[in-house]
């Protein structure tokens, strides 16, 4: 007898009685966690053999924080390997995925931005305005001489980053440019230096500097100096942004959000957060939304109109 996958090829020489064997495929489960507790429904945890797939569930946001997807390290504090709605493909063993919530932080990011245009404000410099080379608008800063400075007028809470174009009108790579700070506008510390070389001969070159680990000072470019002809523009300072940050525990069973009268004091709410209003809330005037449970009390009102539905 000749076997060739789950072929069989039998060539008796007399009559012969033949018995085949299965074994059992080998199954595999994919259990779901979700805020340490284990996430179970008509598809869960999935029991299947290797190279079947199946779609991960979508799960409700959380109080501030928002569903991100599924990863298989319990303690994540990055982007998800899948998103809520992706393809598993079973592999050759037992899996554990957990449910990641996300939240972000810290303030919307703002930009000043300064051309050496005549309605550019906040910002000082010893360039020369010109119009002979501008990388954006109509004019740039010209420098031809030495201790030149772009300085920001206004001390920064939370600068984020500095970018600038500088491009050099002759071979000279002579001197450099810095980035520097400090916390009272008098004495400079360096950040970075960039020498001249760093930059092209008749065109821009950015560059851009990270200023995250800084805190409540003022900015500026200095450029040590030669009489070599350089054009500086497209200078954009940051400050603040956005942070945002993962987990596997946003502790769902104890998010409760409430409202004063004017608005939620955690976000809205949601399938798994408790609501609690202590002030007026009218469907007449705000939408309608979805939570765990709701609470009213202090005096708290809840105005519910014909046409909408609270889902509890």
Same mark, same amino acid.
């Given at each position: 007898?000749?076997?060739? %996958?789950?072929?069989?090829?039998? +060539?008796?020489?007399?009559?012969?009685?033949? @018995?085949? &064997?299965? *074994? #059992? =495929?080998?199954?595999?489960?994919?259990?779901?966690?979700?805020?340490?507790?284990?996430?179970?429904?008509?598809?869960?945890?999935?029991?299947?053999?290797?190279?079947?797939?199946?779609?991960?569930?979508?799960?409700?946001?959380?109080?501030?924080?928002?569903?991100?997807?599924?990863?298989?390290?319990?303690?994540?504090?990055?982007?998800?390997?899948?998103?809520?709605?992706?393809?598993?493909?079973?592999?050759?063993?037992?899996?554990?995925?957990?449910?990641?919530?996300?939240?972000?932080?810290?303030?919307?990011?703002?930009?000043?931005?300064? %051309?050496?245009?005549?309605?550019? +404000?906040?910002?000082?410099?010893?360039?020369? @305005?010109? &119009?002979? *080379? #501008? =990388?954006?608008?109509?004019?740039?800063?010209?420098?031809?001489?030495?201790?030149?400075?772009?300085?920001?007028?206004?001390?920064?809470?939370?600068?984020?980053?500095?970018?600038?174009?500088?491009?050099?009108?002759?071979?000279?790579?002579?001197?450099?440019?810095?980035?520097?700070?400090?916390?009272?506008?008098?004495?400079?510390?360096?950040?970075?230096?960039?020498?001249?070389?760093?930059?092209?001969?008749?065109?821009?070159?950015?560059?851009?500097?990270?200023?995250?680990?800084?805190?409540?000072?003022?900015?500026?470019?200095?450029?040590? %100096?030669?009489?070599?002809?350089?054009?500086?523009?497209?200078?954009?300072?940051?400050?603040?942004?956005?942070?945002?940050?993962?987990?596997?525990?946003?502790?769902?069973?104890?998010?409760?959000?409430?409202?004063?009268?004017?608005?939620?004091?955690?976000?809205?709410?949601?399938?798994?957060?408790?609501?609690?209003?202590?002030?007026?809330?009218?469907?007449?005037?705000?939408?309608?939304?979805?939570?765990?449970?709701?609470?009213?009390?202090?005096?708290?009102?809840?105005?519910?109109?014909?046409?909408?539905?609270?889902?509890?």
């Amino acid at each position: 007898m000749a076997q060739n %996958g789950n072929q069989f090829t039998v +060539t008796p020489s007399s009559p012969s009685q033949i @018995q085949i &064997n299965f *074994e #059992a =495929k080998p199954t595999y489960t994919l259990s779901l966690m979700n805020d340490g507790a284990n996430y179970t429904n008509a598809n869960f945890p999935f029991v299947t053999y290797k190279g079947n797939t199946i779609t991960l569930p979508t799960l409700s946001n959380c109080g501030n924080y928002t569903f991100a997807g599924w990863d298989t390290n319990s303690g994540t504090t990055s982007i998800p390997i899948y998103p809520g709605g992706a393809t598993y493909n079973t592999t050759s063993g037992d899996v554990t995925s957990y449910a990641v919530y996300q939240t972000a932080s810290g303030t919307p990011a703002v930009t000043y931005s300064y %051309g050496f245009e005549n309605n550019d +404000t906040g910002w000082t410099s010893d360039a020369t @305005q010109s &119009n002979l *080379e #501008a =990388k954006l608008g109509t004019y740039s800063g010209r420098i031809n001489t030495s201790n030149v400075h772009v300085t920001r007028t206004n001390i920064l809470t939370s600068p984020t980053s500095i970018a600038f174009s500088l491009m050099r009108t002759s071979n000279n790579t002579n001197v450099d440019i810095r980035v520097q700070v400090p916390s009272d506008n008098t004495n400079w510390t360096t950040v970075v230096t960039y020498p001249m070389g760093d930059f092209a001969n008749g065109s821009w070159t950015e560059k851009i500097t990270s200023l995250s680990s800084y805190q409540n000072v003022y900015v500026r470019l200095y450029y040590t %100096g030669t009489t070599a002809i350089r054009y500086i523009d497209d200078v954009r300072l940051v400050e603040g942004g956005l942070i945002t940050s993962y987990t596997t525990t946003p502790n769902c069973s104890n998010a409760v959000t409430t409202w004063n009268g004017t608005t939620w004091s955690s976000g809205i709410p949601a399938s798994a957060v408790d609501a609690v209003i202590t002030g007026s809330y009218s469907t007449v005037s705000q939408p309608s939304f979805t939570a765990k449970n709701i609470t009213i009390k202090n005096s708290g009102v809840l105005e519910i109109t014909s046409i909408i539905q609270f889902q509890l």
